[in-house]
């Protein structure tokens, strides 16, 4: 089913808005190797920006489609039976990953844009969080990441630490399948005592059940972290992870490490499985110390800036040749664009970078700090190594996934696009024309395919509704 943009700007009310949310078509379901005839898709014309090490920054080139993954790139002669594609005057990028994001929160949008970071932790943390249903985490996260998918994100790093129990746990996933989006399911819990450990045993059952088997899911674990945790309750969640071998993602912000941090370093557990949020707080050498280890970051600047956490972590990884990943953070707070955060985070170290050379040379920089391709990589490569995804997704080269997002370039706000990379960063939700996830279109023609968006917009609202008069804050939340 073909979502068009006056479906997207109608009314709950207007139509469908009373029928339940229906299943995600079949024919829109990902594909199984192996089983059945294997389609091909042959994408011409475009200007493709692959981020594939060896391959120039931008290339008119052909992408091959085989099943869910990219065969070919480069010029190919196509066989009669090839969907063929012409995308002239588009450009073809990596689809998005967004490293760390609440979908959970969907519901609240706008809410807490004039909240600060103890505002929101009291307000939403402290009051309304708790009172979520399962049904609330379903539309929440099937909202938020069909609005990622719109956005031109094709993996997310879905932070749900809203699973009040097993059931929400569940829902959250099947919110997560129902979109048709790529992402790693980090399960969390609301803010527990320092003394108590993640739930080992949900963990388990979501390995082996919801989450297990499912070729677009995988499971991440969304722990309080050292910084919100006793030295012996770090070190046995880091060492669970390890233990099971997915990724360990945590909040890091505000405050300098204390003797938990020691106790995981000591314990040898940092890795390249271990994902540190914000990271505002932490010293030059403990920086230094994790890079090393190959531990990887993900700031949420437009977020990190404006309720308060401190500085995005961009500069400091730089310093060290390493880089940020990024994410977008909180619905209810700032917007889901990430190729918004990619500006943002790019503009505010390009700030600092001048102001730096000011004040030790009297002038800003003759030269830029910081690239726009550097920009496009945090939204991109950097994404999938922070998910541990990054031997699948990420790059557009053969035997990667064939998740793919496509600019519309000939609109009046990019074109002329002289320069390709610039553009992309500079597209907005109406560029993006197409989004392709594991060789499956999920938006074509600027429109979403398999989603009954009016159902979800209007089950999306009752739910909001519903949350906020636990604040008695009906549309308008209070300061």
Same mark, same amino acid.
């Given at each position: 089913?073909?979502?068009?943009?006056?479906?997207?700007?109608?009314?709950?009310?207007?139509?469908?808005?009373?029928?339940?949310?229906?299943?995600?078509?079949?024919?829109?379901?990902?594909?199984?190797?192996?089983?059945?005839?294997?389609?091909?898709?042959?994408?011409?014309?475009?200007?493709?920006?692959?981020?594939?090490?060896?391959?120039?920054?931008?290339?008119?080139?052909?992408?091959?489609?085989?099943?869910?993954?990219?065969?070919?790139?480069?010029?190919?002669?196509?066989?009669?039976?090839?969907?063929?594609?012409?995308?002239?005057?588009?450009?073809?990028?990596?689809?998005?990953?967004?490293?760390?994001?609440?979908?959970?929160?969907?519901?609240?949008?706008?809410?807490?844009?004039?909240?600060?970071?103890?505002?929101?932790?009291?307000?939403?943390?402290?009051?309304?969080?708790?009172?979520?249903?399962?049904?609330?985490?379903?539309?929440?996260?099937?909202?938020?990441?069909?609005?990622?998918?719109?956005?031109?994100?094709?993996?997310?790093?879905?932070?749900?630490?809203?699973?009040?129990?097993?059931?929400?746990?569940?829902?959250?996933?099947?919110?997560?399948?129902?979109?048709?989006?790529?992402?790693?399911?980090?399960?969390?819990?609301?803010?527990?005592?320092?003394?108590?450990?993640?739930?080992?045993?949900?963990?388990?059952?979501?390995?082996?059940?919801?989450?297990?088997?499912?070729?677009?899911?995988?499971?991440?674990?969304?722990?309080?972290?050292?910084?919100?945790?006793?030295?012996?309750?770090?070190?046995?969640?880091?060492? !669970? $992870?390890?233990?099971? *071998?997915?990724? %360990?993602?945590?909040?890091?912000? =505000?405050?300098?490490? @204390? +003797? #938990?941090?020691? &106790?995981?370093?000591?314990?040898?557990?940092?890795?390249?499985?271990?994902?540190?949020?914000?990271?505002?707080?932490?010293?030059?050498?403990?920086?230094?110390?994790?890079?090393?280890?190959?531990?990887?970051?993900?700031?949420?600047?437009?977020?990190?800036?404006?309720?308060?956490?401190?500085?995005?972590?961009?500069?400091?990884?730089?310093?060290?040749? !390493? $880089?940020?990943?990024? *994410?977008?953070? %909180?619905?209810?707070?700032?917007? =889901?664009?990430?190729? @918004? +955060? #990619?500006?943002? &985070?790019?503009?505010?170290?390009?700030?600092?970078?001048?102001?730096?050379?000011?004040?030790?040379?009297?002038?800003?920089?003759?030269?830029?700090?910081?690239?726009?391709?550097?920009?496009?990589?945090?939204?991109?490569?950097?994404?999938?190594?922070?998910?541990?995804?990054?031997?699948?997704?990420?790059?557009?080269?053969?035997?990667?996934?064939?998740?793919?997002?496509?600019?519309?370039?000939?609109?009046?706000?990019?074109?002329?696009?002289?320069?390709?990379?610039? +553009? #992309?960063?500079? &597209?907005?939700?109406?560029?993006?024309?197409?989004?392709?996830?594991?060789?499956?279109?999920?938006?074509?023609?600027?429109?979403?395919?398999?989603?009954?968006?009016?159902?979800?917009?209007?089950?999306?609202?009752?739910?909001?509704?519903?949350?906020?008069?636990?604040?008695?804050?009906?549309?308008?939340?209070?300061?």
């Amino acid at each position: 089913m073909a979502v068009s943009a006056a479906d997207m700007n109608r009314r709950p009310g207007d139509d469908a808005s009373g029928k339940e949310l229906r299943h995600v078509r079949e024919e829109s379901r990902p594909r199984r190797r192996g089983v059945g005839h294997m389609s091909r898709t042959l994408l011409r014309g475009a200007q493709v920006i692959s981020m594939a090490p060896g391959r120039p920054d931008v290339e008119r080139v052909d992408i091959l489609v085989d099943g869910d993954s990219i065969a070919a790139v480069g010029e190919h002669p196509g066989r009669p039976d090839d969907d063929t594609v012409d995308f002239s005057g588009r450009i073809v990028l990596p689809g998005l990953i967004n490293a760390h994001l609440h979908t959970w929160q969907a519901a609240l949008r706008c809410v807490g844009a004039d909240w600060t970071l103890l505002q929101y932790l009291t307000h939403l943390h402290g009051g309304i969080a708790r009172h979520y249903s399962p049904d609330d985490l379903f539309i929440g996260t099937l909202a938020g990441a069909l609005n990622q998918i719109n956005c031109g994100t094709t993996t997310i790093g879905d932070w749900c630490h809203n699973s009040l129990s097993p059931a929400h746990a569940d829902a959250a996933v099947a919110g997560l399948l129902e979109s048709g989006i790529r992402a790693v399911f980090l399960h969390g819990t609301p803010y527990r005592a320092p003394d108590v450990a993640h739930p080992l045993p949900e963990i388990d059952r979501l390995l082996e059940g919801a989450v297990g088997g499912h070729t677009l899911l995988t499971l991440g674990m969304a722990v309080q972290g050292p910084q919100y945790s006793t030295p012996d309750v770090a070190v046995a969640d880091f060492r !669970a $992870a390890d233990e099971r *071998g997915v990724v %360990v993602s945590m909040h890091q912000s =505000g405050g300098e490490p @204390t +003797a #938990a941090w020691d &106790a995981v370093r000591t314990a040898g557990l940092f890795g390249p499985r271990t994902n540190v949020v914000h990271g505002s707080g932490l010293t030059d050498d403990w920086v230094k110390t994790l890079v090393e280890a190959g531990v990887s970051f993900t700031t949420t600047p437009e977020n990190e800036l404006g309720q308060g956490h401190g500085t995005p972590i961009t500069g400091p990884l730089l310093r060290l040749g !390493a $880089a940020p990943s990024l *994410g977008t953070d %909180v619905d209810s707070v700032v917007p =889901g664009q990430l190729l @918004t +955060a #990619a500006r943002i &985070a790019l503009a505010h170290q390009r700030a600092l970078d001048h102001e730096h050379h000011r004040r030790s040379g009297g002038a800003a920089s003759e030269r830029p700090s910081i690239t726009g391709k550097q920009a496009l990589s945090w939204a991109t490569v950097e994404g999938a190594r922070a998910l541990g995804l990054a031997d699948r997704i990420g790059r557009i080269e053969p035997g990667m996934q064939a998740d793919l997002v496509v600019i519309d370039a000939r609109a009046l706000n990019l074109w002329p696009a002289h320069d390709p990379i610039a +553009a #992309a960063l500079h &597209a907005e939700i109406a560029n993006i024309e197409a989004v392709m996830i594991a060789g499956r279109w999920r938006k074509r023609e600027h429109s979403l395919l398999g989603a009954d968006v009016a159902g979800v917009r209007g089950r999306l609202l009752d739910s909001g509704e519903r949350l906020l008069r636990v604040l008695d804050m009906p549309g308008i939340p209070r300061s």
